[in-house]
């Protein structure tokens, strides 16, 4: 696979009702851009209507776009989307549970995955697909954890219920809490730790199988460094959930970030360890991210690219939150296609190896 595959996401509202959007979709166009994700459910909520959405695909489509959709399933930590924008509503609804953290406390913006969120998740998927999407994205905040080490998960009286009686174990939080900050002092506090990140990684899988629906396929955004610690199994995903795509985890949104001295070993490090875990890199997407706005230069934003094709990647995804990539990014981007396709030309497949995580970046 050697020609590249531009991706980006927007709302359908954008698409509907911003007077400039046929110039922003020309910027898109020029600088190579083939398929656009439009935001729908996310934790509960819904970006826009169905028949918004619908509309907005026609559009789309007759400027020549493919369209997919992109939601985000259980909510995040914090304002992954704008964070200038203070109108945005990062609850969850009202009839979803919070997920809780290893110390009991109620994390307000991510959801436990229980039955209520399985269900409209499911529906949601079901709507898409009478809208004519065949594949949804579900963004990185489909796992079970903040970015981090530690072995993460939903602490809530449910889940642990839940998890004394798959396993026969008794414990309760405060157990659960020490055998898993062990460090694996002991056989007991191992075969707990290790049984509790199977149950969550069996909770993400069980996700993902609901959401995939006949004529749908479904892609998880892993975020950087995301691996089973976060209830993120990848092998397993690929294996029990036939088709996933996924999109691998980058981190370095800002110049800061991108600049620092081990940052490529960081970025290579868990780009080739999710490539190598998926099993087929044209299966992966890259997180060629800008965060918060105009943190990372037009430059850096380029030259981050290159390195995501010289590991391999060539379903480059650009994103930016909710907020949408002025044209100077756009007019970098176009004019560093010839250079950016000649590299994924000439470029030879890497070995793809899992490698050890560089955390502190």
């Known amino acids: 696979m050697n020609s590249l595959n531009f991706n980006y996401n927007v709302g359908a509202k954008t698409v509907l009702y911003d007077p400039d959007i046929g110039s922003k979709l020309a910027a898109m166009k020029a600088a190579g851009v083939s398929v656009i994700w439009l935001f729908y459910h996310f934790y509960g909520h819904f970006n826009s209507t169905l028949q918004e959405l619908q509309e907005a695909k026609k559009i789309l489509e007759a400027n020549g776009f493919e369209v997919q959709a992109i939601n985000v399933p259980l909510g995040h930590g914090g304002n992954a989307f704008d964070p200038d924008d203070n109108s945005l509503d990062l609850s969850l609804i009202e009839s979803w549970n919070n997920r809780v953290d290893i110390d009991g406390r109620r994390l307000s913006c991510c959801a436990c995955i229980d039955e209520k969120v399985l269900t409209d998740s499911r529906n949601a998927a079901l709507g898409l697909k009478d809208a004519g999407i065949t594949k949804i994205f579900y963004d ?6 903040h970015w981090g080490k530690n072995v993460q998960g939903c602490f809530c009286g449910k889940c642990i219920e839940q998890f004394n009686l798959e396993t026969g174990a008794a414990i309760n939080r405060d157990n659960l809490k020490a055998a898993i900050y062990s460090e694996y002092k002991t056989g007991s506090d191992r075969q707990i730790t290790e049984a509790w990140i199977n149950f969550s990684c069996e909770k993400i899988i069980r996700f993902l199988k609901e959401v995939t629906v006949d004529g749908i396929k479904s892609g998880i955004m892993v975020m950087h460094n995301g691996d089973r610690r976060h209830g993120i199994d990848i092998k397993k995903i690929r294996t029990e959930v036939p088709g996933t795509f996924i999109r691998v985890g980058e981190g370095h949104f800002n110049d ?37 706005k105009f943190a ?66």
């Open 140 to 145: 990185d905040d489909l796992r079970l954890a």
């Open 256 to 292: 800061k970030a991108f600049e620092h001295e081990d940052a490529q070993a960081s970025l290579k490090a868990s780009i080739c360890t999710h490539i190598a875990l998926s099993g087929d890199v044209e299966c992966c997407y890259s997180e060629s991210t800008i965060y918060p």
């Open 296 to 361: 990372l230069s037009p430059r850096n934003w380029i030259e981050k690219i290159k390195l995501e094709i010289s590991l391999g990647l060539r379903n480059i995804y650009l994103m930016s939150g909710t907020w949408y990539i002025t044209p100077e990014y756009w007019a970098a981007l176009r004019d560093a296609l010839p250079e950016l396709e000649a590299l994924a030309k000439n470029t030879p497949e890497p070995k793809h190896e899992v490698m050890p995580f560089i955390w502190q970046i």
